[in-house]
C-alpha cells in the first residue's frame, strides 16, 4: 500500500548532499555578486529562516537574485562531480518507485544538473521535472505539477529540507513532508506542521509504503 500517489522531492539538501559544496561556495559568489558573507556560525543560524529574512541578513538586492541563481547553477554543473545523492537515497527512489508511487522533482538547480546526480536509470523514473525554479516561486511550480498530474492534492506530498518548501507547500494546499538531513533542522518546521516528519532516509521508505 502506499499513502500518496505523487511525490515531490525538492533536490538540493534533500536528495542530493550539496549543502557541504554550498558553504564552501556561498562567500565566494558573495564577494563576486557584493554581498554579504557569512560566517560558520551565521550560516547555521540562518539555516532556520524563510528566503526573505536570508536575503535581507545577507543584504542581497532582489534584482541581483536571479543573476545569482544562475551562477550558482553554473558552478554547480562545474562541480557535479562532488554532488552526489545522500545514503540510500538511490534504494529509496527505486522503491517509491517499484511500488508504483509518482515521483517528481522541483528544484532551483537545473535538470541537467539534477538528472546528472540521478544517473540515467533513476532519472528515467521521475515523471515530473520544474526546475530552474526562481526562490519564491516554488508554489507556482507545485500548482503546475497538481495539474498535468489529475490527482487530488490530498494523494500528493511535498518533500523539502527548507522553510520555503515547507511555505510553498502550504500555500499550494499540499501536505508536506519535512526531512531532518537537510538545511533547515526538523524543530524549524514546527510552525508549519508538515504531515510526515523522515528523521533518516531509510524513514521515507517506512512512512510512505505499507
Not at 540562518?46 to 541563481?69: D, F, H, S, T
Not at 535538470?111 to 523514473?125: C, F, K, S, T, Y
Not at 500555500?171 to 524543530?187: E, K, P, T, Y
Request: proline content about 3%; charged content about 30%; overall charge neutral.
Amino acid at each position: 500500500m502506499k499513502k500518496y500517489e505523487l511525490v515531490l522531492f525538492d533536490f538540493d539538501g534533500t536528495l542530493a548532499d550539496s549543502i557541504p559544496w554550498l558553504v564552501k561556495a556561498i562567500n565566494g559568489v558573495a564577494e563576486k555578486y557584493k554581498f554579504r558573507q557569512l560566517t560558520p556560525k551565521e550560516f547555521t543560524e540562518l539555516r532556520g529562516q524563510n528566503p526573505r529574512e536570508v536575503m535581507k541578513y545577507m543584504q542581497v538586492a532582489w534584482w541581483k537574485v536571479p543573476l545569482i541563481a544562475r551562477h550558482m547553477r553554473q558552478l554547480a554543473a562545474q562541480n557535479i562531480r562532488n554532488i552526489q545523492l545522500f545514503d540510500g537515497m538511490e534504494l529509496i527512489l527505486a522503491q517509491l518507485d517499484a511500488a508504483d508511487v509518482r515521483l517528481g522533482v522541483v528544484s532551483s538547480n537545473s535538470e541537467e544538473n539534477v538528472r546528472h546526480v540521478l544517473g540515467d536509470a533513476l532519472a528515467n523514473v521521475v515523471e515530473f521535472y520544474e526546475c530552474s525554479v526562481p526562490i519564491l516561486r516554488k508554489r507556482a511550480r507545485f500548482e503546475r505539477i497538481v495539474r498535468k498530474a489529475n490527482l487530488e492534492r490530498e494523494k500528493i506530498l511535498c518533500v523539502g529540507d527548507e522553510i520555503r518548501d515547507a511555505e510553498a507547500a502550504k500555500q499550494a494546499q499540499l501536505a508536506f513532508g519535512a526531512v531532518g538531513w537537510g538545511m533547515s533542522r526538523i524543530q524549524d518546521f514546527a510552525p508549519y506542521a508538515p504531515r510526515e516528519v523522515f528523521f533518516q532516509v531509510s524513514d521515507i521508505a517506512t512512512r510512505l509504503i505499507d
